[in-house]
Protein backbone atom coordinates (compact mmCIF):
# COMPACT_ATOMS: atom_id res chain seq x y z
CA UNK A 1 0.00 0.00 0.00
CA UNK A 2 1.38 3.90 -0.74
CA UNK A 3 0.50 6.42 1.15
CA UNK A 4 2.27 10.15 1.24
CA UNK A 5 2.07 12.26 4.40
CA UNK A 6 2.50 16.32 3.63
CA UNK A 7 4.29 18.67 5.72
CA UNK A 8 2.58 22.00 5.80
CA UNK A 9 4.51 25.14 6.75
CA UNK A 10 3.88 29.13 6.02
CA UNK A 11 5.84 30.62 3.48
CA UNK A 12 4.89 34.80 2.63
CA UNK A 13 1.54 34.40 4.74
CA UNK A 14 0.07 30.81 2.78
CA UNK A 15 0.22 27.33 3.71
CA UNK A 16 2.04 25.63 1.87
CA UNK A 17 3.69 22.08 1.54
CA UNK A 18 7.43 22.05 2.21
CA UNK A 19 7.49 18.51 2.14
CA UNK A 20 6.18 14.80 1.62
CA UNK A 21 6.82 11.73 3.30
CA UNK A 22 6.45 8.35 1.18
CA UNK A 23 5.05 5.09 3.02
CA UNK A 24 5.17 2.08 1.41
CA UNK A 25 5.95 0.69 -2.48
CA UNK A 26 3.72 1.49 -5.77
CA UNK A 27 4.74 -2.40 -7.07
CA UNK A 28 3.34 -5.07 -8.36
CA UNK A 29 4.65 -8.79 -8.54
CA UNK A 30 5.87 -9.97 -11.76
CA UNK A 31 3.08 -12.65 -12.02
CA UNK A 32 -0.26 -11.75 -14.30
CA UNK A 33 -2.85 -14.37 -14.30
CA UNK A 34 -5.45 -13.91 -16.74
CA UNK A 35 -8.41 -16.32 -16.99
CA UNK A 36 -11.81 -16.88 -18.72
CA UNK A 37 -10.85 -13.64 -21.15
CA UNK A 38 -13.15 -12.47 -23.74
CA UNK A 39 -14.09 -9.89 -25.96
CA UNK A 40 -16.82 -8.44 -28.28
CA UNK A 41 -16.87 -4.94 -30.57
CA UNK A 42 -19.29 -3.53 -32.59
CA UNK A 43 -18.55 -0.66 -35.36
CA UNK A 44 -21.93 1.33 -36.45
CA UNK A 45 -22.01 4.38 -38.78
CA UNK A 46 -24.89 6.01 -40.12
CA UNK A 47 -26.39 8.28 -42.52
CA UNK A 48 -28.93 10.73 -43.67
CA UNK A 49 -29.48 12.89 -46.82
CA UNK A 50 -32.66 15.02 -47.54
CA UNK A 51 -33.35 17.22 -50.01
CA UNK A 52 -36.41 18.88 -50.75
CA UNK A 53 -37.58 21.78 -53.23
CA UNK A 54 -40.12 23.98 -54.97
CA UNK A 55 -39.63 24.89 -58.45
CA UNK A 56 -42.12 27.30 -60.51
CA UNK A 57 -44.78 27.24 -57.61
CA UNK A 58 -46.02 24.05 -59.02
CA UNK A 59 -43.56 21.53 -58.74
CA UNK A 60 -42.58 19.98 -55.14
CA UNK A 61 -39.82 17.40 -55.05
CA UNK A 62 -38.06 15.49 -51.94
CA UNK A 63 -35.54 13.22 -52.16
CA UNK A 64 -34.02 10.75 -48.89
CA UNK A 65 -31.14 8.15 -49.16
CA UNK A 66 -30.93 6.55 -45.82
CA UNK A 67 -27.69 4.66 -44.94
CA UNK A 68 -26.60 2.41 -41.78
CA UNK A 69 -23.75 -0.79 -41.16
CA UNK A 70 -23.01 -2.57 -37.90
CA UNK A 71 -20.61 -5.44 -37.54
CA UNK A 72 -19.90 -7.01 -34.45
CA UNK A 73 -17.06 -9.70 -33.39
CA UNK A 74 -16.87 -12.32 -30.59
CA UNK A 75 -14.37 -14.10 -29.26
CA UNK A 76 -14.61 -17.77 -30.35
CA UNK A 77 -16.21 -17.03 -33.34
CA UNK A 78 -15.04 -17.22 -36.77
CA UNK A 79 -17.14 -14.79 -38.92
CA UNK A 80 -18.26 -11.34 -37.35
CA UNK A 81 -21.69 -10.47 -37.69
CA UNK A 82 -22.98 -8.24 -40.14
CA UNK A 83 -25.99 -5.79 -41.10
CA UNK A 84 -26.00 -3.49 -44.09
CA UNK A 85 -29.23 -1.43 -44.87
CA UNK A 86 -30.01 1.33 -47.41
CA UNK A 87 -33.51 2.99 -48.15
CA UNK A 88 -34.31 5.85 -50.73
CA UNK A 89 -36.85 7.86 -51.17
CA UNK A 90 -38.19 10.40 -53.86
CA UNK A 91 -41.33 12.23 -53.94
CA UNK A 92 -43.00 14.50 -56.44
CA UNK A 93 -46.30 16.47 -56.92
CA UNK A 94 -47.43 19.40 -58.56
CA UNK A 95 -49.69 21.52 -57.25
CA UNK A 96 -50.24 19.27 -54.20
CA UNK A 97 -52.69 18.00 -56.67
CA UNK A 98 -51.24 15.16 -58.41
CA UNK A 99 -48.31 12.62 -56.63
CA UNK A 100 -45.72 9.94 -57.34
CA UNK A 101 -43.67 8.33 -54.92
CA UNK A 102 -40.90 5.77 -55.25
CA UNK A 103 -39.54 4.28 -52.39
CA UNK A 104 -36.82 1.49 -51.84
CA UNK A 105 -35.08 -0.15 -49.06
CA UNK A 106 -32.11 -2.53 -49.77
CA UNK A 107 -31.14 -4.35 -46.43
CA UNK A 108 -28.43 -6.92 -46.20
CA UNK A 109 -27.50 -9.18 -43.46
CA UNK A 110 -25.84 -12.54 -43.81
CA UNK A 111 -28.31 -13.99 -41.38
CA UNK A 112 -31.01 -13.45 -44.45
CA UNK A 113 -31.24 -16.25 -46.61
CA UNK A 114 -29.20 -16.61 -49.54
CA UNK A 115 -30.59 -15.18 -52.62
CA UNK A 116 -30.40 -18.34 -55.61
CA UNK A 117 -30.28 -17.67 -59.62
CA UNK A 118 -33.92 -18.43 -59.68
CA UNK A 119 -35.43 -15.77 -57.68
CA UNK A 120 -35.76 -12.42 -59.07
CA UNK A 121 -32.99 -10.14 -57.48
CA UNK A 122 -31.08 -6.88 -58.12
CA UNK A 123 -27.38 -7.56 -57.15
CA UNK A 124 -25.94 -10.91 -56.17
CA UNK A 125 -26.03 -9.32 -52.34
CA UNK A 126 -28.92 -7.43 -52.14
CA UNK A 127 -32.36 -8.36 -52.07
CA UNK A 128 -34.18 -5.35 -52.79
CA UNK A 129 -37.88 -3.80 -51.71
CA UNK A 130 -39.24 -1.33 -54.35
CA UNK A 131 -42.44 0.57 -54.01
CA UNK A 132 -44.16 2.97 -56.24
CA UNK A 133 -47.71 4.84 -55.71
CA UNK A 134 -49.05 7.65 -58.00
CA UNK A 135 -52.03 9.43 -56.75
CA UNK A 136 -54.25 12.37 -56.94
CA UNK A 137 -56.59 14.55 -54.97
CA UNK A 138 -59.88 14.62 -55.66
CA UNK A 139 -62.16 17.56 -53.98
CA UNK A 140 -65.90 17.26 -53.62
Request: charged share 15%; aromatic share 18%; with cysteine.
Amino acid sequence: MLLFSPVWSTYNGHDVISSITQYGKDEKSAVENINNSAYRYTYNVSGQFDYQNTFNEDHNVFAMVLANAWQTQRSGHYHRTTNANLGFQASYNYQHKYYADFSAAMPYSQNCPKVTARHFHLQSLWDGIWQKKISWEIQF
